[in-house]
């Protein structure tokens, strides 16, 4: 159906358009499907995590002050988990219901063309909105924990040593409901002016994608590692599938 209030075609499966998530600029290039936006979290590693923290001055005056860090995440659902040190701020505060803005960007290619003014990115982006809620309970936390693990590097968790209860004291787990969200992807060739193509002082001038791909180096052993010992079958076989 169309959403009445800001003319954008929806379905079952998409996000509810509101003012906080809807793409005004190249809307066409904008989709509120959630199985987009979820491909998009699950392709990235690495979340940019918006909110606004209180600060105070030297003379006492408190104010609000916008602030943006990174961290992996891991998703089941609607629902994405961040974690960090206890005595972390951004954690602190997004515990607290804090309303908070999450991106993830993935940058596909350059695009290149005739004019400055149509050089471009082909990319695939989604942006959450939404509030965080502290992550008490003891076997959640763990199972959130294994959640981020399996999404930084799937396998790893099972070959690695679990959190023990103090571990599982200082950190925070975070979890976040996405509520409002939406992705933007480019694609394709430039967008060039027709008097650009047909100029014959740019037919020599090279127009093209040039693509992105953040691919995986060769395992370096650990100096503390014993000689010999093999790397596991799960990274040997991430490395080549994050390969050309």
């Known amino acids: ?85 206890l005595n972390n701020a951004m954690l602190k505060t997004l515990a607290n219901g804090s309303p908070l803005c999450i991106s993830v ?55 690695s040593r679990s959190p023990n209860k103090a571990e599982l004291k200082a950190t925070t787990v975070v979890e976040v409901d996405i509520d409002e969200a939406s992705a933007k992807i480019r694609e394709g060739f430039p967008i060039d002016d027709k008097k650009d193509i047909e100029d014959p002082a740019l037919e020599k001038v090279w127009v093209g994608l040039v693509p992105i791909k953040t691919v995986p180096g060769d395992p370096i052993d650990d100096p503390t590692l014993k000689p010999n010992t093999p790397v596991p079958d799960y990274i040997s076989d991430w490395i080549k599938s994050n390969r050309y």
């Open 1 to 85: 159906g169309i959403n009445a209030e800001y003319g954008v075609r929806m379905s079952e499966g998409s996000f509810k358009v509101t003012e906080k998530n809807k793409i005004k600029r190249l809307a066409k290039r904008g989709s509120y499907d959630k199985e987009t936006v979820y491909r998009i979290l699950d392709a990235g590693t690495l979340c940019s995590v918006g909110f606004n923290k209180e600060f105070q001055t030297e003379k006492g005056e408190k104010h609000l002050q916008p602030i943006i860090l990174s961290m992996i995440y891991g998703r089941v659902g609607s629902t994405l988990y961040l974690h960090g040190n």
């Open 105 to 159: 960007t993935l940058a596909d290619a350059y695009v290149i063309a005739r004019s400055s003014f149509h050089n471009s990115m082909n990319y695939r982006s989604a942006v959450l909105f939404g509030k965080g809620r502290l992550v008490t309970d003891e076997s959640q936390k763990f199972e959130a924990l294994r959640v981020i693990s399996e999404h930084w590097l799937k396998g790893r968790w099972d070959d």
